[in-house]
Structures are given as C-alpha cells and as structure tokens.
C-alpha cells in the first residue's frame, strides 16, 4: 500500500525520484496523467493501472468512451531508471499546476498524487470541512 508523504524537487530534466518507501511498489511499467478533477499527476503501477483501466471499461457504454477520451490519451508510460527516477512531461507539470521545482510525492493507498507543494499546502484546508470530519467521525475512522 503506498501512503506517506515526501517532499521531493525535481531536476533539470523534469524527473523526479520514486521516494524508497514506495520502490517496491512502484517498479516496472508505471502510468501517470494530470487528474481531471484536482491539480495533481497520478502515478500508478501496473497491477493497480490494471484495475483502474478494467473499472473505467465496465461503465455504461455512453459513459465509457468519454472517460477513456479524457485519460488514456494524456497517460504516459514510464519506467524508473537506474537512480529510480521517472520523467513528468512538461505538458503534465503544467496542467497540473506545478510550477516550481519543490513537489510532493503522496501515497494514496492503491497510486500516488505529484503535487507542486505550495498548491497542495495552500489546498489543504479545503479538505478539512467540517462535514467530512463528521463524517469520518460517524465511521469511526
């Protein structure tokens, strides 16, 4: 399970490093696309890549088709290098808001999200309302 996070730069090249804590998990053929609904890259291995494709082939027809014409063309295969670097096309950073060097690298259980580190800190308390406390609070989580 990939969880954490880690505060990571890029390099000149626009790579960053696969933080150790994720490196087993995060090995081989990865998939990464600038989210549609928050300013991130997802990055997810191949076995969970699998299950997210096989979810988004089971949606009705009509929904199906918009959701593949939404991701899969801005997806991108990647495989770390020796330093356990992988590559962020520019046109991702951009699309995701990350403008600066200074990234975070968050575990999300099953993938990960980049974020450009002032956008995530600055996001923050949005994702603290006071319904999704109760919520959670009802859970007992």
């Not at 990865?30 to 299950?51: G, H, M, Q």
């Not at 929904?63 to 356990?84: A, F």
């Not at 974020?115 to 989580?141: M, V």
Request: charged share 30%; glycine share 6%; with cysteine.
């Amino acid at each position: 399970m990939l969880l954490g996070t880690y505060a990571h730069s890029l390099d000149t090249k626009n790579r960053i490093v696969i933080p150790s804590k994720m490196a087993d998990e995060l090995t081989g053929k990865l998939y990464i696309y600038p989210a549609i609904s928050v300013k991130c890259i997802k990055l997810f291995n191949k076995t969970e890549w699998d299950k997210y494709i096989e979810m988004i082939y089971s949606l009705p027809r009509d929904k199906e088709y918009k959701v593949r014409q939404m991701i899969l063309p801005r997806t991108l295969e990647v495989i770390p290098d020796g330093q356990n670097r992988i590559p962020i096309a520019q046109n991702m950073l951009d699309h995701a808001g990350i403008g600066e060097r200074d990234v975070y690298i968050i575990g999300m259980g099953e993938y990960c999200e980049i974020w450009d580190r002032k956008l995530y800190d600055e996001s923050q308390p949005e994702f603290r309302d006071p319904e999704t406390i109760d919520y959670i609070k009802e859970l007992g989580l």
